[in-house]
Each structure stands twice: as structure tokens, then as C-alpha cells.
């Protein structure tokens, strides 16, 4: 019997009515939000937020076009997202969209207006102002077969990152977690996997994205395989566990982004 690792997202098992989403690459995360605006949707974002920031994603997308809130009453809560985005190292680059013949639209803009918080009226076009912004030479990534070689060159791309930008103190325990995400990913989704390396100021964010929409459970050790290196071996996630700083997957639109943080 597993249990739940850290950061795992399935709001749909509480009933809120907020979810999370990865887009392809895992570098913007999007979040929606329907319903009317409440108490109990308000403590429901305000949780998934802290957990969306925890992720330290390239970018966020706030979806508010399913939102009731009339009377704008959820500004405050774009508001403080703005200063906790804002104040990550690096910053993540935040975006809220509302149809603009919404009450709330009108509030954020002149809210927000030269403040680092764009509105905008779709989702589409957030993402692609997003694309934009975030910079590309501090992201690696790979599309990997399921395959018994997919971890061997998933560490691989880990090692070139590390050496690329004088993080090699990183690269024994970077290269131990993005190896247990990749043979996760063959041996359980069975589908193409997409890893993502990026920097994080002095660390590493990892993802890991595949094509099986069920999110990972901390399952009990099991014998080891003899076909696997023995400092490198498929031990399951509770080596990433034991070596990441932070950890947990989210769904995305094709299957599951699973990620991890490995800081000094």
C-alpha cells in the first residue's frame, strides 16, 4: 500500500474547483479557477497557488474566465500571487486571463498596469507573450522512447547541464533523481517522455513529463534489480525522495509532469 508523496495535485478527489495543468515543455504551469467567488474557493487557491509557486514553474497562468466574482473580491488574491511570484529567485512569470467585458477585468488592469502582472484576454495569448519572455538558454530538454537506455541519457543530459552552468556539485544527486523519474516513466507509463532541465538560480529543477494520467505513489522498497547500476539502480521514488529538496507531480493535458528540486 503506497502513500502520497509530497506536492501531488488531484484537487478532483477534495471536490475544489481549482486545477492545475503542465503545458508540453512543463516551463508554464496553468491554473483555473471556476465558480463563484467564496470563502471556500478562496482558501482552495490560495493553497493551490503556494503549491504552484512550490513547483517553481517558468511561468504561471491564472484562467479566470470560468470565475463569478461580480464584484471583483478576488483581487486581493491576484494581488498577493503577484508579490509571491515576484519574490522567488528566479521570479516566476505570472499572467491572469479575464474576458474583458468582466468587471474584474477592468479592476486588474488598472491594478496591475506597469506592475509586472499582464492581463490578458485568453489563454493562448498568455502563452505565447510567456514564450517570450522566459529565457531558453537556461533550459535543456530531450524527448526520450521508453526504453532501457531513456535513464542512461536522460543523466546524461542532467551531466551537461551541470558542467554548462557550474553546478556540478549537483550532478551525482541530479543525476540520481532524474535517472528514478525516467525509469518510472518506462516502466509505468510506457509512453514517449519528455525530461526538462532548467536552472534555478543555485539549483536544479527537473521534470519529467509522460503520457499516463496517474499520478505517482511512494510505494514500500523492493528487491533490486541486478540488470541496473547499483548507485544508479531503479529504487522507485523514495530515492528521489531522499535526495531531492522538494518533489511531486501535476496533471498536464497528455498524461503527468513529474518534477523535482535539487538545491544546495
Not at 466574482?69 to 478576488?74: I, M, Q
Not at 477585468?105 to 493562448?124: E, F, I, N, T
Not at 532548467?198 to 509522460?210: E, I, K, P, Q
Request: aromatic share 4%; proline share 9%.
Amino acid at each position: 500500500m503506497g502513500v502520497s508523496p509530497p506536492y501531488l495535485h488531484d484537487d478532483t478527489e477534495r471536490g475544489v474547483i481549482v486545477s492545475v495543468d503542465a503545458d508540453d515543455n512543463a516551463a508554464v504551469s496553468l491554473l483555473t479557477v471556476r465558480g463563484p467567488w467564496d470563502e471556500q474557493l478562496r482558501l482552495s487557491v490560495a493553497t493551490t497557488l503556494r503549491r504552484c509557486f512550490t513547483e517553481h514553474p517558468d511561468g504561471l497562468i491564472v484562467d479566470l474566465t470560468g470565475l463569478t466574482d461580480p464584484r471583483s473580491e478576488s483581487t486581493p488574491t491576484w494581488l498577493t500571487a503577484r508579490q509571491l511570484a515576484a519574490g522567488l529567485e528566479p521570479p516566476v512569470h505570472l499572467a491572469i486571463c479575464v474576458p474583458p467585458d468582466l468587471p474584474l477585468a477592468d479592476r486588474m488592469q488598472g491594478l496591475c498596469a506597469g506592475r509586472h502582472l499582464p492581463v490578458y484576454a485568453k489563454v493562448r495569448q498568455a502563452r505565447v507573450a510567456l514564450a517570450g519572455r522566459i529565457p531558453g538558454d537556461e533550459r535543456l530538454s530531450a524527448t526520450l522512447r521508453p526504453e532501457t537506455e531513456a535513464p542512461c541519457t536522460a543523466r546524461n543530459l542532467v551531466s551537461d547541464a551541470c558542467l554548462s552552468w557550474g553546478l556540478v556539485h549537483l550532478l551525482h544527486r541530479s543525476r540520481a533523481v532524474v535517472s528514478e523519474l525516467v525509469t518510472n516513466a518506462v516502466e509505468h507509463a510506457g509512453t514517449e517522455i519528455r525530461v526538462v532541465v532548467s536552472r534555478r538560480g543555485s539549483g536544479l529543477h527537473l521534470t519529467v513529463a509522460d503520457g499516463n494520467p496517474r499520478l505517482p505513489r511512494v510505494m514500500r522498497p523492493s528487491r533490486p534489480r541486478p540488470d541496473l547500476p547499483l548507485d544508479e539502480r531503479g529504487r522507485g521514488l523514495r530515492a528521489v525522495q531522499e535526495a531531492a529538496t522538494l518533489w511531486g507531480a501535476v496533471p498536464a493535458e497528455t498524461g503527468k509532469v513529474v518534477w523535482a528540486t535539487i538545491r544546495p
